[in-house]
């Protein structure tokens, strides 16, 4: 079944950074374009950033460009977000799903359990 493990979070310093990562396995990677969202506490889920099946196409919402680049990789099946510049704005829990270019919501119903990113000011 499908599966999708991030990992990466912690707690950093407002303007440090760090590197998400998200293991995927179920079904087959380099058919779906991939993304990373997030929800804060008391909030609804957001769209954060997505790369393309082949990871020629990236996308981010307006607030994390110039901030974060998400790659993939397609050896290892793992979708990365690396967040620089990180502002306590940012702080949520991180997970990474398929997603439906163009309306950038999730494809898949199931998720991981996240990674939680906590910036301190």
């Known amino acids: 079944q499908v599966q999708l493990v991030e990992s990466g979070g912690g707690l950093v310093q407002a303007g440090g950074s760090l590197r998400l990562s998200c293991a995927a396995s179920?079904?087959?990677?380099?058919?779906?374009?991939m993304g990373w969202f997030r929800q804060a506490p008391g909030k609804e889920r957001d769209f954060v950033a997505t790369?393309?099946?082949?990871?020629?196409?990236?996308y981010y919402s307006d607030s994390m460009k110039g901030r974060f680049t998400i790659s993939r990789d397609f050896v290892k099946n793992t979708v990365y977000l690396q967040m620089n510049n990180l502002k306590p704005g940012d702080t949520a829990v991180y997970c990474c799903?398929?997603?439906?270019?163009?309306?950038?919501?999730?494809?898949?119903?199931?998720w991981g359990q996240g990674t939680q990113v906590t910036v301190s000011s």
């Open positions: 790369i393309g099946s082949l990871g020629g196409y990236t």
């Open positions: 179920g079904f087959t990677f380099s058919d779906y374009a």
């Open positions: 799903n398929t997603v439906l270019l163009g309306d950038y919501i999730p494809l898949f119903g199931s």
